[in-house]
């Protein structure tokens, strides 16, 4: 398995406050996104990292924030969390954007719940 | 139309049949392809990619690209209960990796 964690692994947070999310790596890869699992709408991208400090938005990126101070760590932060961020977030990570080394592969996801 | 799309299912399929799961995508300038296995609760894992026309087999696997008609399907030989699961097909386009919402694989023992 790629060496991917996330943390926490669950939170449950009021509507309004902060919250940072953790991805975590050991594969050295360049690249890293969050994406974030709701039913029917599948996986959807928030932001991505293409290398340290260099980071760009998504499809959902309005309410989110990312930081990628090394290598091995991407954060995504909710400024001020709303109950439409409920949701499961995952951390990828892949070798390239390019083929033929641009497979993605999956952290264990964090469980978010705002209240 | 959206970007990738996928029969949400269930599909039912009885033990040792084969599965058949089907994608189609929008864009035709894609140039990967990508099934990945989510059981319940957990991540997507990534079980195939292919990148050229034709057939990539590996294990019971198989998937088939056509590019032409803009589809991508993933075979599944000896369907066995352990395969229960939702796989997501996922196209890589123009700048980003897009995803479908998945079709859900029930084997029936």
């Known amino acids: 398995d790629a060496g991917i964690t996330q943390s926490p692994r669950h939170k449950v947070t009021e509507t309004g406050t902060p919250v940072t999310l953790r991805c975590h790596q050991t594969e050295n890869h360049r690249y890293m996104y969050w994406y974030r699992q709701d039913p029917g709408h599948g996986l959807r991208l928030i932001h991505y990292?293409?290398?340290?400090?260099?980071?760009d938005k998504g499809e959902v990126s309005d309410g989110y924030s990312v930081s990628r101070s090394k290598t091995e760590d991407f954060l995504l932060t909710l400024e001020s969390a709303t109950s439409s961020q409920t949701s499961v977030y995952f951390c990828a990570i892949s070798e390239s954007d390019r083929a033929p080394y641009n497979e993605q592969f999956f952290g264990p996801g964090t469980r978010l719940t705002v209240l | 139309q959206k970007e990738v799309e996928q029969n949400s299912g269930p599909l039912s399929v009885p033990e040792g049949a084969i599965a058949s799961l089907n994608c189609t995508y929008s864009d035709r300038g894609s140039q990967s392809f990508f099934w990945y296995r989510q059981y319940s609760g957990k991540s997507p894992e990534l079980i195939m990619f292919?990148?050229?026309?034709g057939d990539k087999e590996d294990g019971r696997f198989t998937a088939q690209l056509n590019k032409a008609s803009q589809y991508v399907s993933l075979l599944i030989r000896d369907s066995q209960p352990s395969d229960s699961a939702t796989y997501l097909c996922?196209?890589?386009?123009?700048?980003?990796?897009?995803f479908g919402i998945g079709t859900k694989l029930q084997v029936i023992p």
């Open positions: 292919i990148y050229s026309n």
């Open positions: 996922a196209v890589r386009g123009y700048q980003k990796v897009t």
């Open positions: 990292s293409y290398g340290v400090k260099d980071t």
